[in-house]
Nanobody
Framework: QVQLVESGGGLVQSGGSLRLSCQAY???????GGWYRQLPGKERELVAT????????YDYAEPTGRFTISRDNAKNAVYLQMNNLKPEDTAVYYC??????????????????WGKGTLVTVSS
């Protein structure tokens, strides 16, 4: 059974940094891992994705490059480094993976897997 466990959230002052981690269990390999966030009262939005080849996509409109997504394929883990955090970054951050190889040797895209989320609170 595939399970995603996020960690690294917490309370940080404006201008601070956090590194979120997403560990996937029950998988042999992952094609695409991503981070999404849900601000209070808003819909969930994409922050960034990264595929197995390391290609990244930042759909969140952040021109200054404060966030960096990365992964460790050997560990089946995806990370989000967040620098110069602002109060408007306060949200629950979720990890999602799709294209999961659970041991068959093939990526299965029929199901998206989500973590339970980790809360990031940025104080001013």
């Amino acid at each position: 059974q595939v399970q995603l466990v996020e960690s690294g959230g917490g309370l940080v002052q404006s201008g601070g940094s956090l590194r979120l981690s997403c560990q996937a269990y029950g998988v042999s390999n992952i094609d695409v891992g991503g981070w999404y966030r849900q601000l209070p009262g808003k819909e969930r939005e994409l922050v960034a994705t990264i595929d197995v080849g390391g290609r990244t996509n930042y759909d969140y409109a952040e021109p200054t490059g404060r966030f960096t997504i990365s992964r460790d394929n050997a560990k089946n883990a995806v990370y989000l480094q967040m620098n110069n955090l602002k109060p408007e970054d306060t949200a629950v951050y979720y990890c999602k993976v799709y294209g999961v190889d659970d041991g068959t040797g093939y990526f299965d895209y029929r199901v998206d897997y989500w973590g339970k989320g980790t809360l990031v609170t940025v104080s001013s």
